[in-house]
């Protein structure tokens, strides 16, 4: 019974086989931006807290879609009205009532998320985190990595060979090990995060908008190859 080189796991005397792996990492620029917006309200009474959060978000829905097309996703999360209860006795007594709703932004303009950031922290009673710089999935820094990845693979590959005076001959296998990201929207915790926290301004006055700086992202790309090439020269 026969067998198909290209099918034998180590090859054989005239056909060897080199397997070897390719990589390659890019740092570049993001892509975009996500920031997290909370807002706020307490009230004695349950209406009057979802009143008061019920205009508050609907300000800053307002101001960040007034932004228009460097606005890429406006996304409301979590919203919450929770009781705060107070003991008189051996009664318990509802003492207020505190409301939250979550708002995630994505951005493409980092100019003007300066100025939106700036503007959403003179709020009332509204908190801003982040920014989190990613790339898109579709940006061209993932297949630039793979490619430079594949590239260095029938390099070291053909040195290899070379080496032993042979030359290759085919490409057998190429098993990818995964492009990924610099961590996309690194959250809290995360190495190289850059995170801030406003809290709304008591002042009248605006602002200036805030200078960001863009954090670099690194795109990583890991290949497996194997080849067959020529008799070694021994």
Do not use: C
Request: aromatic share 4%; charged share 25%.
């Amino acid at each position: 019974m026969t067998h198909d080189p290209a099918h034998q796991p180590y090859g054989t005397p005239e056909t060897p086989r080199v397997a070897v792996r390719g990589e390659a990492r890019l740092e570049v620029d993001p892509e975009i931006a996500r920031i997290g917006i909370t807002v706020s309200a307490r009230g004695t009474d349950r209406r009057t807290a979802l009143d008061d959060l019920t205009r508050r978000n609907t300000a800053v829905l307002d101001l960040i879609k007034s932004y228009g097309e460097p606005v890429e996703k406006l996304e409301t999360g979590a919203f919450s009205i929770t009781p705060e209860l107070t003991r008189h006795g051996r009664a318990e007594r509802v003492r207020a009532y505190h409301g939250r709703v979550h708002i995630t932004a994505e951005l493409s303009d980092f100019t003007t998320l300066g100025e939106l950031t700036t503007r959403l922290a003179d709020l009332e009673l509204t908190q801003v985190d982040g920014p989190w710089w990613a790339l898109r999935p579709t940006s061209p820094a993932h297949g630039e990595a793979r490619r430079q990845a594949v590239l260095e693979a029938v390099q070291r590959a053909r040195e290899y060979a070379r080496a032993l005076g042979a030359e290759l001959a085919a490409l057998v296998e190429l098993a990818d090990l995964g492009a990924e990201d610099g961590a996309p929207f690194a959250r809290p915790g995360g190495g190289g995060m850059r995170t801030m926290a406003f809290a709304a301004e008591t002042e009248d006055s605006v602002a200036p908008p805030l200078d960001l700086e863009p954090q670099r992202q690194t795109v990583r790309a890991q290949v497996n190859a194997r080849f067959t090439m020529t008799p070694p020269q021994l």
